[in-house]
RNA sequence: CGGGGAGUGGCGCAGCCUGGUUAGCGCGCUUGCCUUGGGAGCAAGAGGUCGUCGGUUCAAAUCCGACCUCCCCGACCA
């Protein structure tokens, strides 16, 4: 779209500068504000309802695998942190302390949780006697603190708000199953409910959690071509069953350590939606998690009032019933195509129009956010046609971010060819991988490019007869690379 | 955390270099009239301790220092 036909004039075009878009659209669409402290925002209304309904959406499948809900505390004494060595390792660099109660000094500081595995740790080894107490399935909806340097919102800021899950069980085979089954859960999740399509697999040593035996995790292509993890699902071993000392008799008498999991979704996942279907307009949301699916606009002439507006109302009452969420725009201080711009921007993903002509016609007309499509309704079918049109709209947004994503996953058997993909044409490369961390090192410190993930059909036997395009020894793995977030 | 840029009514900016009336402009906002199928028009209004703290000076948005926040580019992370 060249910049003169733009109808959304307050923020700049998405082709011209991503990073300004993006921190444009955050603002002016309302989602979220900066505060006077580095890297904390505040989710305006607008953006808390996306999260929202994330948050139930992913709910229901938390719940609907047999998991419930609990909340633990926000402070961890310093030293169940260190209990597990990797872990405290990993998270001190980025924990926040507190030090003082009123005026009393602490005995022992406390960290603000960057993550729950040690307090939860030390509640289960309390907790757990007998195999007949596993599996214990538990999730916490919380907010968590990680000291970052870098912040953006939504994609990393200091406090972040998400869900954590962690589970114990009898024996390695049922964690890794949870593992894997959660890991589906997200990737079907991303898929259906934001449209966003992702590959997921296990993360490299690397890469993985402090204090995982291995991390899986689903990744996403955003559309400048960089790479968003989504979610993450830890198989823990029994790192932190033996460090917190959580231990069952099992079947036969004896004593065991439990297996355990921990997996999460954070607020980030509404950055995701952002830049993954996001354009020069603004926002495109996905309907299943956009605060206004439906927004009525009436065209304003004459007496408006006693003829136009009777019938917005009347429709608002169809689709509200057909459970739909709607929103009337019947402000007077507004012209429709003031509205048209403001709402395109907020990415509803449908508008409805009523003015004095669709009145007399019996009609309302459609535009669809996603590709700008006008299309004529007959009143009786609104509801009908309303809830067709954002399962399109679904449809289409998904379809539209998996074209991207194939089209922006390329292979290269060559370190040149993956220097030149890197840098020319972003997006995920795939290339064969020794499965040796300093070629990892190497290829980041080189391109700025990382091992995001490696699906499990990219294994052992993908990467027959092929070398890897750091060292050239034999590879071990086809890896997905790409620069990310 | 290193390099670069920025902070002036809600938003976008000018003024700063070369200190000195009442700190301007566009948009937005309020009120009224009038309008409304892609960001209407006229008229009258309201709104600013110039990011914060300190220093220089008779006098600071302007000069100096420190700090805070944001943006961009690099080292660490959901």
Redesign the pocket.
């Known amino acids: 779209m060249s910049k003169d036909e733009r ?4 923020i700049t075009p998405k082709s011209e500068d991503f ?2 878009w ?2 444009e659209i955050v603002q002016k669409a309302e989602l979220a504000d ?1 505060t ?5 925002m505040v989710i305006r209304p607008y953006g808390y309802a996306i999260w929202e309904n994330i948050q139930r959406l992913m709910d229901d499948r938390i719940k609907a695998t047999g998991h419930v809900n609990a909340y633990f505390p926000l402070f961890i004494p310093e030293s169940f942190l260190k209990k597990e060595a990797e872990h405290v390792e ?1 998270f001190t ?2 924990v926040a302390w507190v030090t003082a109660g009123g005026n009393e000094e602490l005995e022992e500081r406390l960290a603000v949780r960057p993550t729950s595995e040690a307090i939860i740790g030390y509640l289960y080894s309390k907790w757990i006697k007998s195999w007949r107490d596993l599996p214990i399935l538990y999730n916490q909806w919380a907010n968590i603190v ?1 000291w ?11 406090e ?1 708000l ?1 869900q954590e899950g962690h589970t114990c069980h009898e024996t390695a085979q049922e964690a890794e199953e949870e593992t894997l089954k959660i890991l589906a859960m997200y990737k079907e999740f991303c898929e259906t409910e934001l449209a966003i399509p992702v590959i997921a697999g296990r993360k490299t040593l690397r ?1 993985k ?2 204090g995982a035996q291995m991390t899986y ?1 689903i990744e996403a292509l955003m559309s400048d071509g960089k790479a ?5 699902s830890h198989n823990l071993g029994q790192h932190f069953s033996k460090a917190f000392d959580i231990k069952f008799e099992d079947r036969n008498q004896t004593l065991q350590y439990v297996w355990q999991t921990s997996w ?1 979704t ?3 996942m509404v950055g995701a939606v952002i830049m993954a279907h996001g354009d020069d ?1 603004g926002l495109r949301l996905p309907p299943r998690v956009a605060p206004v699916q439906v927004v009525l606009i009436p ?4 007496n ?1 009032k006693e003829t136009v507006l009777p019938a917005v109302l009347a429709a608002q009452e169809t689709l509200k019933k057909a459970g739909l969420r709607v929103l009337v725009d019947a402000r ?11 709402h ?2 907020r990415g509803v993903p449908l ?1 409805i ?7 007399k016609a019996g009609q309302a ?1 459609f ?1 669809r956010r996603d590709i ?1 499509a006008k299309e004529p309704v007959p009143l009786g079918e609104l509801a009908v046609r309303a809830a067709a049109v954002l399962d399109e709209i679904q449809a289409s947004l998904y379809a539209a971010a998996l074209k991207f994503q194939d089209d922006n996953t390329r292979v290269a058997e060559t370190y040149a060819d993956f220097k030149d993909i890197l840098e020319n044409r972003r997006g995920f490369v795939k290339s064969p991988w020794c499965g040796g961390g300093e070629c990892e090192d190497k290829i ?2 080189e391109t ?1 490019a990382t091992i995001r993930v490696i699906p499990p059909d990219c294994e052992g036997p993908a990467a027959e007869g092929r070398t890897c395009i750091s060292c050239g020894r034999e590879a071990k793995a086809i890896a997905y690379f790409a620069r ?2």
Do not use: C, H, N
Not at 7 to 10: D, E, R, W
Not at 36 to 40: R, V
């Open positions: 109808l959304v004039k307050q990073s300004r993006y921190a900066y006077p402290m580095k890297g904390m990993g660099p980025e990680r970052e340097k870098v912040t953006r919102p939504f994609l990393r800021t200091t972040f998400w890469e959690f402090a995790a968003l993890q989504m979610g993450t999460g954070t607020t980030r307009s065209i304003a002439f004459g408006w007077e201080e507004f012209t429709p195509g003031w509205k048209f711009a403001e395109e921007m508008r129009e009523i003015g004095p002509r669709d009145v007309v535009v700008k980041k410190a700025m990310a977030y």
